[in-house]
């Protein structure tokens, strides 16, 4: 596939994660993935993150990779790394990267800003002082 239909791939793939639209995350994902997104990924997120939204800020592609920076958004309604829902409105940045085959997504890995989200719950960690001796 070229660049820039990888690229329209990608754009229908976070349209369809924004809409809950899994006829197109079936049409976008590789059988397995679009399983594991439809009965995990977008459920817990939705539950979590109402009104959830990313925003496509730039994208990289180049053979079957595609990069995305985004900006995310939403409202903590769920549990997330044992807080609970705070019913905070937020908003986050990140990256996404996918790599396609065959015109599906086969793989997407994400890296978010959630020291800065987690701020954004009322939340202030401090880190164990203890000190181990290697």
């Known amino acids: 596939m070229s660049i820039e239909t990888n690229k329209s791939i990608t754009r229908r793939f976070v349209n369809a994660v924004n809409q809950q639209n899994l006829a197109e995350l079936d049409a976008t994902l590789a059988p397995e993935l679009a399983e594991e997104w439809k ?3 977008l459920p817990w997120l939705y539950s979590t993150f109402a009104e959830h939204h990313l ?4 994208m990289l592609a180049e053979d079957d990779r595609v990069t995305v920076w985004g900006d995310t958004s939403g409202l903590h309604t769920g549990e997330v790394e044992g807080i609970p829902s705070t019913g905070r409105h937020w908003n986050n ?3 996404v990267l ?3 085959q065959a015109g599906k997504i086969t793989e997407v890995r994400m890296l978010f800003d959630n020291l800065n ?3 954004q719950f009322g939340i202030t960690i401090i880190p164990d002082t203890k000190v181990v001796e290697a």
């Open 55 to 58: 925003e496509i800020t730039e």
């Open 93 to 95: 940045k990140g990256v």
């Open 39 to 41: 009965n995990g990924m």
């Open 117 to 119: 989200l987690i701020r």
């Open 98 to 100: 996918l790599r396609l």
